[in-house]
């Protein structure tokens, strides 16, 4: 750890009885580890695509420059004369190569969906450019037609739909472009305050059509975690003196300070603060005892992302956080909330389990990090990757620390009892362990709980790190499966949390999808080790299990069925077929049977896609939805199909449900082992 001008030491002690805590599909088979893939070549990362170790005057400094510049970067980009790009943030390699994070205004309105990343060469020529959405912003209409007064109606009824306590609004109102689904649209979004039905602050944003009246989307901005109330031991902390009073205050980190709440949930709080230089006793009863878990938690965080990634706290300027603790009254979770840059734990049952370990702190930071980065929305898929960030920078934080009273590890809340029966909260080798995680990619889990629809991003991690099959690390015994019943080789978990975290910073949007978290991961697999190279490899074969992707050597390992004769797909027109006919195999289908479909269109949101298997019965692979608003079909889905024959005609059938697009299957195939 890096060295601090003042350090105290925490008391360690007895720690507390740890009672149950209360926490607010798709078939795998298992992989053998009697057949292990066999071990790939290290590769040494790439110096020069490295993060540079910026201090907060050099980031400020191209920030500055990258503002100077904002109105050629729009014309290099081809932006409209109403369009304006606001930089949020910039990443520089260690070969000169700058990451530009942009916000996006359209007439001056802020554009929701409308971020986007331009990289560029040391030369300042743009190299790539990932956005949130490739919606073009035309015909948005610049007039109003329903009152504000009837979105915020419309916003006050979502949160009481929710069972919010005190809901109320802050304002009126504010005009956006909605651009993040389907087409650009006027909107206004509102913000209900108050309290959640479990006491978390409310921030829950709802966007709604300017003309219709229509609402858009909703999602809620106070990010939740929970996890364990297990005490590190003795550490060492950063903290400041101001005469004879010591203050927990960390000025080797960005003044990160850690304060009472004393029972409330509004407010800052009250610094930590006494006469001598030692905090807490180990025991939940001494108020001391969270702030010193909540303080250790926060600096571990810091210097990991320092050490590791060349970021100097959460927005790289060297300005803390703060942490609040001792929030509510048996208040049994932990929160990030981006309007008091703060986390925020809450004391657990009985007041007797502060929420404030190591994994938990690390993850309610990062929400932090998340936020001002990608900045992923945090409701359907882009707010599964949210909660899986979060999961898998803590479990990085976990293991960078070292610690030998919490030994790094790949699970969630490991150290409290939280169901009764000593089992954690999620696993990342096997999410579905706890009941409803979930372990695989499929075409409906953005409309799952974003803790649960996090787990394939979490099993993808474990993977990336670990591989498949049975393990023990740390002394916890691990055994992960894969989606297509295949192994995976690890590249080790230095090597997948940068992976992760220069996808986080540098290509990851707002609105990225499991897909999108493939492409962005493979790129920055690509600029550190090569597309040749056994780590690039080894990320295709990860998203492969869990569903995502198809494996490095192109399929999966089987045998594959193809139909690459083209058909097209009417406009709003009845279903089309392509069939494949199996021939050959024995038995029935396989419980993962691997479905890459290859469809061109101009708006995808329009198509239903089912497989339907030889005994004539149908498996939806693809809902028609007015929010997904890309152009192509290009997945691999899973399908539990061991109902069918392997034998026999196999057909995609694929419908245009909306009119003024078109398209046609390309191609498709089946992967059967």
Same mark, same amino acid.
């Given at each position: ?196 039905? +479990? ?77 001598? +230089? ?119 934080v976990e293991f960078h620390e070292n610690n030998a ?149 192109g399929g999966s390992g089987g045998t594959t069925f ?65 929010? +997904? ?45």
């Amino acid at each position: 750890m890096r060295p601090t001008s003042h350090r105290r030491a925490v008391a360690g002690g007895a720690l507390a009885a740890v009672t149950a805590l209360l926490a607010v599909t798709a078939t795998t088979a298992p992989a053998t580890a009697a057949d292990p893939a066999p071990a790939a070549k290290p590769t040494a990362a790439r110096t020069g695509a490295l993060p540079a170790d910026l201090s907060p005057a050099q980031r400020a400094a191209l920030i500055r420059a990258a503002e100077a510049k904002t109105a050629s970067v729009a014309a290099e980009l081809d932006l409209g004369a109403q369009e304006k790009l606001l930089v949020r943030d910039v990443v520089k390699d260690r070969d000169g190569t700058l990451h530009t994070r942009y916000e996006r205004t359209w007439a001056g309105l802020p554009v929701l969906g409308g971020d986007l990343v331009v990289a560029a060469e040391p030369d300042g020529t743009p190299a790539t450019v990932t956005k949130a959405s490739r919606n073009a912003l035309k015909g948005i209409a610049t007039k109003a037609e329903i009152a504000p007064s009837a979105a915020k109606k419309q916003a006050l009824n979502a949160a009481e739909a929710h069972d919010a306590e005190k809901a109320a609004t802050d304002g009126a109102p504010r005009q956006v472009v909605w651009n993040a689904d389907g087409k650009p649209v006027l909107a206004f979004e509102t913000v209900v305050g108050g309290l959640q039905h +479990d006491g978390t602050p409310n921030e829950l944003h709802v966007v709604t059509d300017a003309a219709t009246g229509e609402k858009l989307h909703e999602w809620q901005a106070v990010e939740n975690g929970t996890g364990n109330t297990q005490y590190s031991g003795t550490v060492t902390l950063g903290s400041t003196k101001s005469g004879s009073t010591w203050n927990l205050t960390d000025a080797g980190r960005g003044n990160h300070r850690t304060n009472n709440l004393n029972r409330s949930t509004s407010g800052t709080g009250t610094l930590f603060s006494g006469p001598d +230089d030692v905090w807490g006793n180990g025991l939940a009863s001494n108020t001391e005892t969270a702030a010193a878990d909540a303080a250790y938690g926060a600096q571990a965080t810091w210097d990991y992302y320092k050490d590791v990634h060349g970021r100097s706290g959460i927005r790289g300027d060297g300005v803390g956080a703060y942490s609040r603790v001792h929030y509510g009254n048996n208040y049994v979770n932990a929160f990030w909330q981006d309007s008091c840059f703060c986390m925020t734990y809450g004391d657990g049952a009985g007041n007797a389990k502060p929420l404030t370990s190591l994994d938990v702190a690390a993850h309610e930071m990062t929400h932090g990090l998340t936020s001002v980065t990608a900045k992923l929305v945090y409701s359907g898929e882009s707010g599964g990757l949210n909660e899986a960030t979060s999961d898998i920078l803590a479990a990085a934080v976990e293991f960078h620390e070292n610690n030998a009273a919490d030994k790094g590890d790949y699970l969630i809340g490991e150290k409290i009892d939280i169901n009764g029966n000593g089992t954690p909260l999620r696993y990342m080798d096997k999410p579905s362990r706890d009941g409803k995680s979930k372990d695989s990619w499929y075409s409906g889990i953005g409309s799952v709980d974003v803790h649960y629809s996090s787990g394939p991003a979490n099993h993808f991690f474990y993977l990336l790190s670990e591989g498949s099959g049975a393990k023990t690390v740390n002394g916890v015994s691990y055994d992960s499966p894969t989606a297509d019943g295949l192994p995976v080789t690890g590249i080790g978990r230095d090597k997948a949390a940068l992976i992760w975290f220069k996808a986080l910073t540098t290509k990851f949007t707002s609105t990225t999808n499991y897909a999108g978290a493939r492409t962005g991961t493979l790129a920055v697999a690509g600029e550190l080790y090569g597309t040749s190279s056994a780590e690039y490899k080894a990320v295709q074969d990860a998203w492969a299990g869990v569903a995502v992707g198809a494996r490095s050597g192109g399929g999966s390992g089987g045998t594959t069925f193809e139909n690459t004769t083209a058909v097209a797909i009417p406009d709003a027109g009845a279903a089309v077929t392509s069939d494949i006919t199996v021939t050959g195999r024995t038995g029935n289908a396989p419980a993962a049977l691997q479905v890459t479909v290859d469809i061109s269109h101009t708006w995808r949101g329009d198509l239903v896609i089912d497989l339907v298997g030889p005994n004539g019965t149908a498996y939806r692979l693809k809902n028609a939805s007015s929010s +997904d608003s890309a152009d192509n079909v290009q997945e691999t889905y899973t399908v539990n199909a061991s109902a069918q024959t392997a034998n026999g005609t196999w057909k995609l059938r694929v419908q245009d449900t909306a009119r003024s697009d078109t398209g046609r299957i390309n191609s498709w195939k089946i992967v059967l082992p």
